[in-house]
């Protein structure tokens, strides 16, 4: 069984910068692809990055440019730096532990951006 804990989120002003973290039950980065994806009221979860592996990462086209997915293995924490943030960006975000047949999830962190 996988745990995962999301912390960071928050109130930040359009234009500003979050990073949030996940904390993962044990070592896991090497046999899970890690991910965050973001969820806004009335739509659907949607992915955010992931990281395939040490070297390998992907976007949503959405947050090119502007977020960063990352991971420590020692501390077995995977973090999403967000800078420019934008209104568009308010949604509760996961952190996503996927390896068929399994998926974990974590309880979600709120992130909103308003002025």
């Known amino acids: 069984q996988v745990q995962l804990v999301e912390s960071g989120g928050g109130l930040v002003q359009p234009g500003g910068s979050l990073r949030l973290s996940c904390a993962a039950s044990g070592s896991i980065f090497t046999r899970y692809t890690m991910g965050w994806y973001r969820q806004a009221p009335g739509k659907q979860r949607e992915l955010v990055a992931r990281m395939i592996s040490a070297v390998i990462t992907d976007y949503a086209d959405s947050v090119k440019g502007r977020f960063t997915i990352s991971r420590d293995n020692a501390q077995n924490t995977l973090h999403l730096q967000m800078n420019s943030l934008k209104p568009e960006d308010t949604a509760v975000y996961y952190c996503?532990?996927?390896?068929?047949?399994?998926?974990?999830w974590g309880q979600g962190t709120q992130v909103t951006v308003s002025s």
């Open positions: 996503n532990a996927h390896s068929l047949p399994f998926d974990y």
